[in-house]
């Protein structure tokens, strides 16, 4: 590891050339296509991907927008969530969801999340469910695993007659006895950042839903609100499209999503395996609900082992380091805390795990971690 290990290495990723001879160098040939048709925005490219898209997560529809934050937004929009609409969601993912919430003018209402997964605490979901009124839900399938209890929540919301939004950015490709993420809620909201599993050349995001009239909703709300061109029906639309290059290049990397996903897996399997160190916690689950987005341990010491594997070459990240509730924009009263997202945000630290790694590199982590 003579040049070190970033976090990630994203022109290795999107050379397809090393990942398959019979792919060539799709990824170059997809924006070649689009250079030469001469046509951008709302295409077939774009078409094409939404319809395979939509079939890979299993779900009738899929709505491609700019990025996941906005699927987020719309996502709250075409589910009802206006002023003063109140939207349960977690405190250590990111602020994603926050800012998508404020954007579409509701207000989050934070739950706490487990202390083993750090994922929303299914009990303390339903039980707030249950007790006040809600406009909405958005459940985050943290660090690429599916929210244990999916399934139950998906049917809790539905008793409750609350909208439920998962939040998937993380997650392409998670399955759970054979649904896959996006599959559970009302819409399930996708972001293609160039880091997450399946990333694009730029900004890119898309929503999938079963429900023909959200689809339809979601089409106008990601052109300013049209039900034709230039007459606007909806009201609070945007701009919001995935592009034609970006829908491209998804198409050409989509393909290879399952066996990244698979080589995800594989080496936090090798970490959490090989990594002894008491002061540790690790990931301990792996199965094909968690695509190992991020490979996450916790550690009361998390400056030292920073500071040790920065001093061995080995970056690392720290996701997230301040609950939505505590950044300076958004602060709200005391009221607002949760314990067990508030500590892990002070313990959470991010290792290296992408499929390119090789497996000299995810020894010589565990090797780091565990001469620490
Ligand atoms: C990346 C991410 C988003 C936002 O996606 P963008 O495309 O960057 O707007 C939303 N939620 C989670 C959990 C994410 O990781």
Known sequence: MKEGLPMIRLDAINDLRRHTASQGDAVRAAVARVVDSGWFILGRELQSFEAEFAAYCGSPHCIGVANGTDALEL?????GVGPGGRVLTVANAGAYSTTAIHAAGGEPVYVDVDDDTLLVDEAELRRRLDGEPVAALIVTHLYGRLVPGIDAIS?????ARVPLIEDCAQAHGARLGGRMAGSFGDVGCFSFYPTKNLGA???????????????????????????????????????SRLDEMQAAVLRAKLPMLDGWNERRRDIARRFSGGIRQPKLRCPRHFGEDCVAHLYVVRTAERRSLQAHLRARGIASDIHYPLPDYRQPAFAAGPGSVNPVAERACDEVLTLPCFPEMTDDEVAAVVDAVNAW
Request: glycine share 18%; proline share 0%; hydrophobic share 35%.
């Open 155 to 159: 049917r809790a919301a539905r008793r």
């Open 75 to 79: 996502a709250l929009r075409a589910c």
């Open 201 to 239: 050349l730029g900004d890119g995001g898309a929503l999938v839903t079963g429900s023909a009239e959200l689809g339809e909703q979601l089409r106008m709300l990601r052109q300013y609100g049209w039900a034709g061109k230039y007459r606007i029906e909806r009201a609070g639309g945007r701009n």
